[in-house]
């Protein structure tokens, strides 16, 4: 069975920093796009980062360039977000997710939950000081 496993979440300071984990469990990540969303309380599920299949290609959300970065470890079968210089509105769960392996390239902005095919949990990242 296809499992995404978040973890890294946690409570931090205005300013500090965060690296979340996405390991995937039941199949191989070389050959999925692979995103990472978030969904703070009252609001809808937004996009934040996501990286394309195998050889890398990378998006990012407006709100988080420049202090966010998305790599994959496919030795280790994981895909991370480094998130620095965190605000308070970075405040949400935050989810991994996966498109189908025929899909090549991440997709990011609206409506582009949609896109995705499998979803982790969620891992709670909360900035307050």
């Known amino acids: 069975q296809l499992q995404l496993v978040e973890s890294g979440g946690g409570l931090v300071q205005p300013g500090g920093s965060l690296r979340l984990s996405c390991a995937a469990v039941?199949?191989?990540?070389?050959?999925?796009?692979l995103g990472w969303f978030r969904q703070a309380p009252g609001k809808e599920r937004e996009g934040v980062s996501c990286?394309?299949?195998?050889?890398?290609?990378?998006n990012y959300a407006d709100f988080v360039k420049g202090r966010f970065t998305i790599s994959r470890d496919n030795a280790k079968n994981t895909v991370y977000l480094q998130m620095n210089s965190l605000k308070p509105e970075d405040t949400a769960v935050y989810y991994c997710?996966?498109?189908?392996?025929?899909?090549?390239?991440?997709?990011?902005?609206?409506?582009?939950?949609?896109?995705?095919?499998?979803w982790g949990q969620g891992t709670q990242v909360t900035v307050s000081s």
């Open positions: 997710a996966a498109r189908r392996p025929s899909v090549k390239e991440c997709v990011l902005g609206t409506n582009s939950t949609d896109a995705y095919d499998y």
């Open positions: 039941g199949f191989t990540i070389d050959y999925y796009a």
């Open positions: 990286i394309n299949s195998a050889f890398g290609g990378a």
